[in-house]
C-alpha cells in the first residue's frame, strides 16, 4: 500500500492551506453525504436537444425544474469527449484519454491536463460504484445500451480499450452489482450457444444464475415481477430498440423508464444506500445519425427516467440526483441552412417545426433495416415516403445511396444526413461528437452547481459517500511486482483456459484470474474485494491489496481506509 506522508506546514504555510480551504478560495466545500446517489446520462446531449424536447413535449422538461450549472468536457488528450474517457472522469474523478476505460492517460496530454508520471500511465482508477460496493451500498446500472458499452464500462472496467465488450462484461460479471439492466446478451453467452460473442468458452449467463445467485430476466414482463433480491436483465443480443420503434420491434423491451422504476425499487431495499448509473445511451447515436424522430423518442423517454428518479429523491430526502451528459453529438441546432434568411427563422412557427418531425414514424436504424439488401431508389423513396413522410427528390435518394456505403457500420447515417437538412428545421454540423459544455441538472442534500470541470462529478460523488478516491484505488489497485518482485508474476493474457495471472509466494502460487475477482489459492478459489486487471502496453498486473495480504499469509491485517 501507499501511505502519503505528510509534513507538518509552517505556520505561514498553515494560514494559507486554510485561506485556500475556505469557501470562495478554489476549492469547494466538501458537500454533505447522501445516503444514495443517482446518476443519470443522456449520451451525446447538448443544450439544444433538451429545448428541441421541451418544444416536442409542448410543456416543460422534468430537468427544467434543476437545472443548476454546466460541465466542461474536455478529456486528456482532445478538446472534444469521447464516451469511454468522459465516463471515467465521471466515474473516477480522473481526466483520462481516447478510447480508454477507468485507467489513467497515456504521457500524451493536451497543454492544460497534466500527464501522468511515467509509472502511472495506464494504471486502473477506482470507482465511485467501487467504492459505493464496498461501502455497503447496494449498486446498479441500467442503460438501452449493450452492458459493456463505454458508459456503464467507464463506472466498472478497467480496460486499454471501449471495444473490447467480451472483457469488459466479464469484469462488470465480476464486479456482483445488485441490479443490471441493458442489452448484451450474446457478450455472456460462448460462441456456438445463440449467437455468443465470448471466445473464452465461458458462459457467464450460466455463472450469474448459479455461483452469482442472480435473478436472471429477459422480458419487460419478467421485469416487473421482481420484489427483491439481485436481478440480471438482458433484454437484447446487442442494443435495446429505439424508443421510437420499442413498441413496433421490441415490444417484450422494458423503457428505460420501467427498467429506472424498477431498480430504484430494488435497491433502495438495502438499508445502507445505493448507487445508480441510469444511461439514455441511444441519444448519443441519434446524434451521430442525424435523427431528430431517434432523439427525440429516447431524449423524452429520458426525462421520464428523471421523473421517475427525482420523484423517489423528492419523497425520500436523502438521495444526491445528477442528470447530465457526456459530451454533445451532432452539433443539433433548432435552425439550419434552409431557414438562414430571416423571413424563415424570425417568422418559424411551433407546427413548422414539429410538423416534419411528427410524420417520422420510425428511427433511421430501422427505416435501414426495412429496405433490407434491396437497396433501389424507388425503395429508399417508398419507404422515406411511409416512415418519414418526406418527399425525396431523385438526387437526395442518390446521395443517400452513395454515401451509405462509405460510412462503414453505420449506412444508415446517410438517410438523416442527407434529408434532415432538406425537410426539417434541424441542423446538423457533424456525425461525430463535439466539444462544448453541457448543461448539468441535480437535486438533493449537497448538489454541485455553476460550471464544474467533468472529473470533479466524480470527486463529489465520492465526497458524498464519504469516499477518499485515490485511498480506493491504492486499495483495489496494487502493482503486484512491486509488491511481490518481477520474478513472481507470470501473466498469460491469452491462455486456453482464460487470461490467468500466477504469483508464486514463499513455495505457494495463487492463480489470478484475470477480468474477475477470483484468487485460486491452496485449492480454494476466494472472492476478492476487487477486480484482477493486467496492462498489456505497460505488461502491468494490478492486483487488490486484499490478494497481497491472502498471498503473503496475513488475513489477519486490517485492510487500510478508503474513506474519508
Ligand atoms: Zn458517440
Known sequence: MIRMRFRMPSSFGFALLVLLAAPGFGAPPVPPRARNIIVLIADGCGSEQYTLARWWQGQPLCLDGILVGAVKTHIADSVVADSAPAATAYATGCRTGDKLIGISPGGKTLACVPAPAPEQTFAPLATVMEGA?????????????????????????????????????????HQRLDVVFGGGKRYLLPKGIEDGERTDGENLLEFLRTTGGYQVVETREKLAELQSGRAFGVFASKDLEAEIDRAEFGPQQPSLAEMTGKAIELLAQDPDGFFLLVEASQVDWAGHANDPAHLLGDLCMYDASVRVALEFAQRNGETLLLALSDHNTGGMSIGN????????????????????LRRMSCSAVALWRLLGEERTP????????????????????????QLAPTLKSHPEYAIGQVLSPEHTCIGWTTRGHVGGDVPLFAFGPGR??????????????????????????????????????????????????????????G??????????????????????????VYIPSRRRLYVPQQAVELLQRNPGVALPSFRE
Not at 449493450?146 to 472496467?157: D, F, V
Not at 424507388?378 to 445511396?401: P, T
Open 507 to 532: 513455495g505457494r502460487v495463487g492463480e489470478l484470474l484475470l477480468h474477475t475477482n477470483l484468487l485460486k489459492l491452496d485449492g480454494a478459489t476466494i472472492p476478492l474485494e476487487g477486480l484482477s
Open 448 to 505: 454541485p452547481s455553476g460550471l464544474i470541470d467533468a472529473p470533479a462529478v466524480g470527486v463529489h460523488c465520492a465526497q458524498a459517500m464519504g469516499l477518499d478516491l485515490a485511498r480506493l484505488t491504492a486499495r483495489l489497485f496494487v502493482d503486484a511486482e512491486a509488491a511481490f518482485g518481477a520474478g513472481a508474476v507470470t501473466v498469460e493474457p491469452e491462455a486456453a483456459s482464460g487470461p490467468v495471472a500466477r504469483i508464486a509466494v
Open 378 to 401: 424507388d425503395k429508399v423513396k417508398d419507404l422515406v415516403r411511409s416512415r418519414w413522410g418526406m418527399e425525396a427528390s431523385a438526387a437526395a435518394v442518390a446521395r443517400i445511396l
Open 133 to 173: 460496493r464496498l461501502l455497503g451500498k447496494a449498486t446498479g446500472i441500467v442503460v438501452t445500451c449493450r452492458i459493456p458499452h463505454a458508459t456503464p464500462a467507464g463506472y466498472l472496467a478497467h480496460v486499454p480499450h471501449r471495444d473490447a465488450y467480451n472483457d469488459i462484461m466479464k469484469q462488470i460479471v
Open 337 to 356: 441552412y434552409a431557414t438562414s434568411d430571416d423571413s424563415r427563422y424570425a417568422q418559424m412557427s411551433a407546427a413548422e417545426l414539429l410538423d416534419p
